[in-house]
T-cell receptor
Framework: DGGITQSPKYLFRKEGQNVTLSCEQN?????MYWYRQDPGQGLRLIYY???????QKGDIAEGYSVSREKKESFPLTVTSAQKNPTAFYLC????????????FGSGTRLTVV | ELKVEQNPLFLSMQEGKNYTIYCNYS?????LYWYRQDPGKSLESLFV?????AVKQEGRLMASLDTKARLSTLHITAAVHDLSATYFC????????????FGQGTRLTINP
């Protein structure tokens, strides 16, 4: 079955450490997105990519980096510059037609220890 | 900058009652989406509304869109406990890229 796979499900980061969250889709979707969700809050856009080798900053890109070397993959790196990284991270993908909205992955819960 | 506001943010209701969640947005858009999120889980797509006057229904949930008023509603009819969840609306802010801006979410609790 097609879908989006995020890994790991839980991730613990030490102070000053970079960590990378994986997002892989087999839906043949062109666009991919990373959102951050804080407890009791809505979703905020970190980065998005519409085609391979191209991506744009969202509303809260500082302290994060991404790459889009393959259509299927859009990994997110949380760098040490992100001072408050504890959150639930959601990856999504979409086709260019608006009829379907986003398909979301199951999420990665990142905690700073 | 597009802003999306939902109200209420918290809603506790009895089974069997009806209620409505409102989603207002600040700039012109004719593409609005509703999602459901269970605690600790990802988001599940409920409705896609793509034109003024669009109405979609699934079971006890019905969503509508008024693009002139920049308002969408999610109506719950004869609520049941299984509908307890957080509901998000999202508006497409970029006609070319499909970039969604989400509301804060409405946490719905349905009591027996």
């Amino acid at each position: 079955d097609g879908g989006i796979t995020q890994s790991p499900k839980y991730l613990f980061r030490k102070e000053g450490q970079n960590v990378t969250l994986s997002c892989e889709q087999n839906l043949n979707h062109d666009a991919m997105y990373w959102y951050r969700q804080d407890p009791g809050q809505g979703l905020r856009l970190i980065y998005y990519s519409q085609i391979v080798n191209d991506f744009q900053k969202g509303d809260i890109a500082e302290g994060y980096s991404v790459s889009r070397e393959k259509k299927e993959s859009f990994p997110l790196t949380v760098t040490s510059a992100q001072k408050n990284p504890t959150a639930f991270y959601l990856c999504a993908s979409s086709i260019k037609r608006p009829n379907y909205g986003y398909t979301f992955g199951s999420g990665t819960r990142l905690t700073v220890v | 900058e597009l802003k999306v506001e939902q109200n209420p943010l918290f809603l506790s209701m009895q089974e069997g009652k009806n209620y409505t969640i409102y989603c207002n947005y600040s700039t012109t858009s004719d593409r609005l989406y509703w999602y459901r999120q269970d605690p600790g889980k990802s988001l599940e797509s409920l409705f896609v509304l793509l034109s003024n006057g669009a109405v979609k229904q699934e079971g006890r949930l019905m969503a509508s869109l008024d693009t002139k008023a920049r308002l969408s509603t999610l109506h719950i009819t004869a609520a049941v406990h299984d509908l307890s969840a957080t509901y998000f609306c999202a508006v497409d802010q970029d006609q070319g890229a499909q970039k969604l801006v989400f509301g804060q979410g409405t946490r719905l609790t349905i009591n027996p």
